[in-house]
């Protein structure tokens, strides 16, 4: 009896797993043959959709004017637009490596053949292009009954190229340029049927005029149309420096902070906003909302600022220019019409990065930002915060005007500073000075609080004398220096901590007698 009910429990068992194989094996046939119909996702396969968010946010602006043909659907129009800013997108990165990796995705069979010959003889000729579009105005022109085709003028394409044969830079090109575009949609995309360049158009000016608080007359900064001497000083919270806009952000600290200053008679601060700590492209709203708390108290007590933008930022590559631009365009644009802002401070120091980041690099994208700025922003002034005096007259012609640091000894400011003024026929200001008041063990030939009240003495002197304006660095002396700001070693980070008027129990250093002329 037991034999005969071990077999029916086999046989049960056996069943059971053949009714469960075929089940598995009939999903499996499902999958495939459902994968097989729809296709890949073109994005997924290319990684383009984390790749765009990434790397590449072109300024796009539709036209609203009326067009030929059917009314286009408000989707229709994003589809149409996400897929042809991937077509740029994937003809850059395959210039750039000589890869055909997505033409095929993003352009019809006739267009797609010309991009290859373009690609097959760049190979050929150890020929790469860097390159990147920053602005696009297209207008619709034409949308099919059917829904399959869309003809449309991209007005005024701003590209920027970087031209390589056998890896050395040979060509840098800034070109404006206005094309039609046709596309047609094939498996549930829009591909490039055709693109013909055009020379670019005259688009009509912004009637809206600028208003702004600050002015430039020759050499001097008018503020209301009056002469206005800058004398501030660069501004952390004590216990929260390099980190304003982070979790100690308190209105109370800083109020009385600022209400120092004032008693100080400075006039003026400048503080520092990081592009990772904004939010990169996708700038935070409550970082937002914190910097125009700090711009609202600052006019409240009389204070102009100037912001230093991009701080700890050193990544200068083409690829990512569009994601700087939106940062940019997201922060001046909230605030251009602040009247605490004084000027905006492109970069800090941007030249301490040519070795690394390539100098063109660097220069590129900063002659690039400034415009940026200003176009999002005609109210308020723009300044680069350069390391030296040397380094300062570096697109001077494009700023308002020109900031540098000076950390050398004070007999060699007057002559420094003179070149300068007689190079660049702008107002100047020293952004950034100072001597830590530090001489322990780490730095046996340092100041004492006595030598830094003696540099700040001899130096204000100066400043009175040539009538110039100045930030020192920095109100505080600092319980703790980021390793990203001085180094990781303590005679590297000790001697940052020690800048400052005041200690970090709060008294007045003797320096603060100095702070201002």
Do not use: C
């Not at 009509?204 to 206005?228: C, E, M, S």
Request: aromatic share 12%.
């Amino acid at each position: 009896m037991s034999l005969i009910n071990n077999k029916n429990v086999y046989r049960t068992i056996l069943i059971i797993s053949f009714i469960l194989l075929n089940l598995l094996l009939l999903l499996g046939i499902n999958k495939t043959l459902t994968f097989l119909n729809t296709g890949a996702e073109r994005t997924s396969m290319l990684h383009l959709e984390k790749e765009t968010i990434n790397s590449y946010l072109p300024k796009t602006i539709w036209e609203s004017d009326t067009n030929a043909g059917r009314a286009m659907e408000a989707n229709t129009l994003k589809e149409v637009e996400k897929d042809y800013l991937f077509s740029w997108l994937v003809k850059n990165k395959s210039f750039k490596d000589n890869t055909k990796l997505g033409i095929e995705d993003y352009y019809t069979q006739n267009t797609r053949a010309n991009l290859y010959q373009t690609i097959s003889h760049n190979k050929k000729n150890n020929i790469t292009i860097e390159s990147t579009t920053l602005e696009h105005h297209p207008k619709l022109d034409f949308y099919s009954a059917d829904g399959q085709l869309v003809v449309f003028t991209d007005r005024n394409v701003v590209e920027f190229q970087k031209i390589y044969k056998k890896e050395k830079l040979i060509s840098t090109v800034e070109d404006t340029a206005t094309y039609k575009v046709m596309m047609l949609l094939e498996d549930g995309f829009w591909r490039v049927r055709h693109m013909q360049k055009m020379k670019k158009e005259v688009l009509v000016a912004d009637t809206i005029k600028p208003h702004p608080l600050y002015t430039i007359q020759g050499q001097n900064i008018l503020k209301d149309k009056v002469a206005y001497t800058i004398k501030g000083i660069n501004y952390y919270p004590k216990n929260s420096a390099w980190d304003t806009f982070g979790p100690l952000f308190n209105l109370d600290t800083i109020s009385k902070d600022f209400d120092i200053i004032n008693k100080a008679k400075l006039n003026s601060i400048r503080i520092f906003i990081q592009y990772d700590d904004f939010g990169k492209a996708d700038v935070k709203q409550e970082k937002l909302d914190k910097l125009k708390k700090m711009l609202d108290l600052a006019e409240s007590k009389n204070l102009s600022v100037i912001v230093t933008l991009f701080d700890f930022y050193s990544d200068y590559t083409l690829e990512n220019w569009t994601l700087t631009h939106r940062h940019a365009e997201n922060i001046v644009s909230t605030f251009k019409n602040h009247n605490a802002i004084l000027a905006w401070d492109l970069k800090n120091e941007p030249n301490l990065d040519f070795e690394n980041r390539d100098k063109d690099n660097v220069l590129n994208w900063l002659n690039h930002m400034v415009s940026v700025i200003k176009k999002f922003d005609p109210n308020h002034l723009v300044t680069i915060g350069w390391s030296n005096s040397y380094e300062a007259t570096r697109l001077a012609n494009k700023v308002d005007f020109v900031s540098y640091h000076f950390y050398n000894a004070v007999e060699d400011f007057e002559k420094e500073n003179t070149l300068l003024e007689k190079a660049v026929k702008k107002p100047v200001v020293i952004q950034e000075f100072g001597v830590p008041s530090y001489n322990g063990i780490w730095n046996l030939r340092g100041y004492s609080e006595a030598d830094q009240a003696q540099y700040h003495k001899r130096i204000q002197a100066l400043f009175k004398k040539n009538k110039l304006a100045f930030m020192s660095w920095t109100l505080y002396d600092f319980p703790h220096v980021p390793s990203q700001v001085a180094g990781k070693w303590p005679w590297q980070k000790i001697r940052q901590k020690k800048f400052g008027f005041i200690d970090e129990k709060g008294n007045k250093k003797q320096s603060f007698l100095y702070i201002t002329y």
